[in-house]
């Protein structure tokens, strides 16, 4: 599982020309899951989001996770994140899980967010989505289980 952390001052999904959900500060988090992926895998990766201080202290130093600032998280599918580019140019996603597994992790890793007490929007899984938001840093991180 991947997850690519960005800090925001606000996030906007759009779906069909039309917002679908939007946060003030907070996590702007792409989401891609793995074939091989389990329950294991979401749970650890969210944990280290709901943990990550990536926020500012009264020091400017960044020391302050979600719960400190009152943040939100917006959480958009993303099986691209497991595009494999090594041959040619178009890339493979081969690596990438198919619904209805994929969806049904993707799901328990918004609630386990969710259940932390952190305020979650999220798109639609498998739609086009057009993201808008200002990325405050930049700040991005990124979380592989793998590595974890």
């Not at 969210?46 to 960044?62: P, S, Y």
């Not at 939100?72 to 580019?85: M, N, R, W």
């Not at 739609?127 to 808008?132: L, T």
């Not at 990325?135 to 990124?142: H, K, L, Q, V, Y």
């Amino acid at each position: 599982m991947r997850v690519i952390i960005q800090r925001v001052k606000y996030a906007k999904c759009h779906i069909d020309n039309q917002v679908y959900s939007e946060i003030n500060q907070g996590f702007m988090c792409l989401v891609g899951i793995k074939n091989g992926d389990t329950a294991k895998e979401v749970e650890k990766v969210a944990k280290k989001v709901i943990g990550m201080r990536i926020f500012d202290d009264a020091e400017g130093k960044m020391n302050l996770n979600l719960a400190a600032v009152n943040g939100e998280v917006l959480s958009i599918s993303q099986f691209t994140l497991y595009g494999d580019s090594r041959k040619g140019n178009r890339p493979s996603f081969v690596e990438a899980m198919k619904p209805p597994v994929a969806s049904d992790l993707y799901d328990y890793f918004n609630q386990l967010i969710s259940e932390a007490g952190i305020p979650i929007k999220t798109g639609i899984f498998g739609a086009e989505m057009q993201i808008e938001m200002i990325n405050d840093g930049p700040i991005t991180i990124i979380l592989d289980s793998e590595v974890l």
